[in-house]
């Protein structure tokens, strides 16, 4: 026992750091693949027929879930209050719910090969670090890994801590399917963040390594420009001190300049198509999870304005403070989700971005040193403007921060116009929104 955890605390290559992340996404259905061990000890991926079979089974259980809970008409917001507002909203969180469920269990049967194609590009890419002298701290990567999944795990405790009290101190007790039917998007979508985050930050700590490359390298430069009696070991000893929790050493005494240049480019080159891949595979899982996102945030804004401003929570067993807790806690732990997402994908797209102004820093500094050094300089300079690294969400939109100003403003007028529409109702004249929606009658 004492050996297997030693063993487990130690990774010795990729794919036993990122087993933690990997196990568990295979056990709850989200990919069909997971971390076995190789014929020669090494960690290696794997699909199985329990992978393809447990995800069918997900799919099944939620489905049912989904379709009683509909043919019930039991929804969480219904236990608070029903107006046809919050009808339109259960019509859109439950038809997006059932959406991104299929297309997430989708992705993750069907595109599974692009994104067992990353992580093989990522353990590729460790290979041709070494050719370099560079040795990565597998443990490190471990350890965010574990990090990133237990800040998941008590985030999620507290939501549910926090669900459950509000109607336990109401003596309200949905049942089972009901409780599924509103927790599951945020279940898949806690996971695929999990996934994510552990790619993109695997991948901008290669990319950091390369920039402490350059820069070294730059200093290797001007050192030798002031003081060209220098020995030319300064061109080939530098040491890069444990960049980004990243343990590595240049020190091959076999590769010029020019080399280790070429063998960056490599490597920006493999990683840019690895996460190439990888937007292809979590391409339509962000879409669906920044539209439940948004749909959430307008909807529980209006009902905590509702709430508070107006006379809906006095019909319910619930307070207003209870309204507000409730929905108020449901946006925060979704847009928490959104904004994890958008600072991963923003920090690694600037960390390529840094590769191409230090290169242009290397190519001064160097300039007139070496023709062929110039000139690797430059065809690296030139691939920087062609081999970018983005993330969208099926191409609608990128995931930056843009997005947050973008999700604020579309919420804000969404929500203006849902206060607009409920000041201006006659209560005794209206016809509902739901049936309006479903076309049974007309305006």
């Not at 393809?52 to 039991?74: D, K, P, R, T």
């Not at 507002?85 to 259960?90: A, H, P, R």
């Not at 990133?148 to 309200?172: E, H, Q, R």
């Amino acid at each position: 026992m004492r050996k297997c955890l030693r063993t487990f605390l130690n990774p010795k290559d990729f794919y036993a750091a990122q087993r933690p992340v990997l196990r568990v996404s295979f056990l709850v259905g989200m990919t069909p693949f997971t971390v076995v061990k190789g014929p020669t000890e090494l960690m290696m991926l794997r699909c199985t027929p329990f992978g393809y079979i447990n995800s069918s089974v997900h799919v099944i259980l939620f489905c049912s879930c989904y379709v009683n809970a509909l043919l019930n008409g039991e929804t969480i917001t219904r236990f608070f209050f029903r107006t046809d507002i919050s009808t339109l909203g259960d019509v859109l969180q439950f038809t997006i719910g059932i959406t991104a469920l299929f297309m997430t269990f989708f992705c993750s049967i069907f595109q599974r090969n692009k994104l067992i194609k990353s992580f093989h590009a990522l353990a590729s890419i460790d290979r041709r670090f070494k050719e370099i002298g560079m040795e990565t701290n597998y443990k490190s990567t471990l350890h965010y890994n574990l990090l990133v999944m237990c800040t998941k795990v008590i985030i999620t405790s507290l939501y549910l801590v926090v669900c459950l009290t509000v109607f336990i101190s109401s003596d309200t007790y949905p049942s089972v399917t009901t409780w599924m039917a509103f927790l599951l998007p945020y279940f898949m979508m806690s996971m695929v963040i999990v996934l994510f985050l552990c790619f993109v930050n695997q991948t901008k700590h290669r990319f950091h390594l390369l920039n402490k490359v350059l820069k070294h390298l730059k200093q290797a430069a001007l050192e030798k420009r002031i003081s060209p009696q220098r020995r030319p070991s300064y061109w080939h000893a530098i040491k890069i001190q444990r960049p980004l929790g990243i343990a590595s050493v240049y020190s091959n005494n076999d590769k010029s300049m020019p080399d280790v240049v070429a063998t960056v480019a490599e490597i920006q080159d493999a990683l840019c198509e690895a996460c190439s891949c990888a937007e292809d595979y979590f391409t339509i899982q962000m879409l669906t999870i920044v539209t439940i996102v948004f749909v959430i945030i307008v909807f529980n804004s209006y009902y905590v304005l509702d709430a508070l401003l107006g006379s809906t929570s006095r019909d319910t067993p619930f307070s207003k403070g209870q309204f507000a807790m409730f929905f108020l806690c449901q946006a925060m732990v979704y847009g928490f989700g959104v904004f994890n997402i958008v600072y991963g994908s923003s920090s690694l797209v600037q960390e390529n971005d840094n590769i191409g102004s230090n290169v242009h820093k290397l190519l001064n500094a160097a300039a007139g040193a070496d023709s062929e050094l110039a000139g690797k300089l430059m065809q690296l300079s030139l691939q920087m403007v062609h081999r970018k690294v983005r993330f969208s969400a099926c191409g609608l939109f990128s995931l930056d921060f843009t997005l947050l100003f973008t999700l604020v403003g579309a919420a804000t007028t969404y929500l203006v116009i849902l206060i607009q529409y409920e000041l201006s109702m006659d209560e005794s004249k209206h016809e509902t929104i739901a049936r309006a929606f479903l076309g049974n009658e007309t305006w």
